[in-house]
């Protein structure tokens, strides 16, 4: 199909001409293509033109010349959105703003324990650059080879080690950023104490790009990892993971991850990576993956870990368990973990929802709800994973065996989500725990969020994006004659 060019288009990359470097403007449509769809390949946009900026003074140019055009920028980093948020409009009206060569990291004070890094940092660079002076950034992902620092600010990632560290919300000291207007948001100082008013870089945090291109970010370190320990473990059920997870947590204060998930998801990943193997002999209904780590090389994990696990067995509340006894046999226990979501998706279609609903409630609704999608939908097949320390479940629901895909996503996935979405609400849950709103739930946080947030989420979108142009069609359904709603 061929691509319709907007006026605004072509004039915006003939005034961006003289003002970026060789290589900032790309217009031909095979090097474009690659960023137009979303990494589950549900959305698919169109743009005629990505910019590649190589500093914030050239975001800054592009933001100010493309808000003169009134051309929409849209974003994106390492195109690993789960919701589609950095996919552009179908229209074609958008230009792309890619940041993956803003990758400097200006700055890392081992002392301090801030490392300044620009947007398009990869986050497995970022450990790499840390490690290297006996830090950490103690924030990953299975996506930590593509996801980029603007990204997972733009969306508040949260991640695997979440129990003991929070979410990006928490290890952001400070942002930069240019605005709608072209101004630029300096929050890098890391400072303690700031009592001006409204927390800028709150706002931006978690905006998914819809008030502001972040362009680099002060994000805290940690002291690097003396010693870890990694365990699996086999219980009966999610109440029987949550009696460990308690135990783990009045035993060890290091307690980085606690990962629950059920033998199906197991299951699917043994058949997807070919030199797999099960940690445990035997099946087991639902498995644990918890790792603890200590700061001080003289501490032994491994020995508490152990020690919490055969007294766990004694207690009845795991079946078996198996301590990681190297490095390399950790990073299978982690690699099984990250691999489900590929595995999921190679088995076939499904309907995919990250979902938090308070933490002491979490084993019971994963139980529940997959039992109320079975029922209501015969013929799929429901269950959930995740972080059961912080109450975010990854719970899809995966479509009868035979099931047309476009069909699928047109017409049943909508009424699945609604379904699930109403359950979580009901549980006193968020309808995004880590992955942001983008395009996928825009229509459900329309329908279910509490109308305070929704007033004034519309509100701050206004005062900061009156055009409308930072990344449309995401996180805030604005209308132009919403007025003063």
Known sequence: MTEVQHPSIEALAARLAALLAPGAIVTDPDAIAPWLTDWRR??????????????????????????????????????????????????????????????????????????????????????????????????????????????LVSTNAGGTQVLRFGTMRGLVAGVEAVLPDGTLHDGLPALKKDNRGYDLDQL??????????????????????????????GVASPDAAMALLRRMQRAAPALESFELLPDESLAAVLAYLPDARAPLAGRHAWHVLIEVTADVADDDPGALVE??????????????????????????????????????????????????????????????????????????????????????????????????????????????????????????????????????????LERLGPPARLHALRAIKRAFDPGQLFNPGKLVALAPDRGSE
Not at 373 to 402: E, I, M, Q
Request: proline letters at 5%; a neutral charge; hydrophobic letters at 50%.
């Open 204 to 233: 931006l945090i978690g905006a998914e790009g819809t008030l502001g291109v972040v362009t680099a970010a002060t994000l805290r370190l940690v002291p690097a990892v003396a010693a870890r320990a990694v365990a699996w473990a």
């Open 42 to 151: 549900r959305y698919h946009g169109a743009a005629t033109l990505l910019l590649q900026p190589r500093d914030t003074a050239e975001v800054r140019a592009i933001v100010v010349a493309a808000r003169a055009l009134g051309v929409p920028l849209v974003p994106q980093g390492g195109n690993s959105s789960m919701v589609g948020g950095a996919t552009p409009p179908a229209d074609g009206r958008a230009a792309i703003l890619s940041l993956r060569r803003l990758d400097r990291i200006r700055r890392l004070d081992p002392a301090a324990g801030l490392v300044v890094a620009e947007a398009g940092v990869v986050l497995a660079d970022l450990h790499a650059a840390a490690l290297a002076e006996r830090r950490r950034f103690p924030l990953s992902l299975g996506a930590k080879g593509n996801a980029t620092v603007g990204g």
């Open 307 to 444: 020690a919490q696990l055969a007294a766990a067995l004694d207690a009845g509340e795991i079946a078996d368990a198996a301590l990681a006894q190297s490095e390399a046999q950790a990073e299978a226990f982690w690699r099984l973990r990250e691999s489900i979501s590929d595995a999921e998706r190679a088995t076939g279609p499904a309907a995919q929802h990250d979902i938090s609903v308070p933490v002491e409630t979490m084993p019971r609704f994963m139980v529940e709800a997959a039992a109320a999608c079975d029922a209501r939908f015969p013929g799929t097949r429901a269950s959930g994973f995740g972080h059961l320390g912080d109450g975010n479940v990854h719970f899809h629901v995966r479509a009868a065996p035979g099931t047309d895909p476009a069909h699928w996503y047109a017409e049943q996935v909508p009424v699945v989500s609604r379904f699930v979405h109403d359950l979580v609400v009901a549980a006193g849950g968020s309808i995004s725990a880590e992955h942001g709103i983008g395009q996928m739930k825009i229509a459900e």
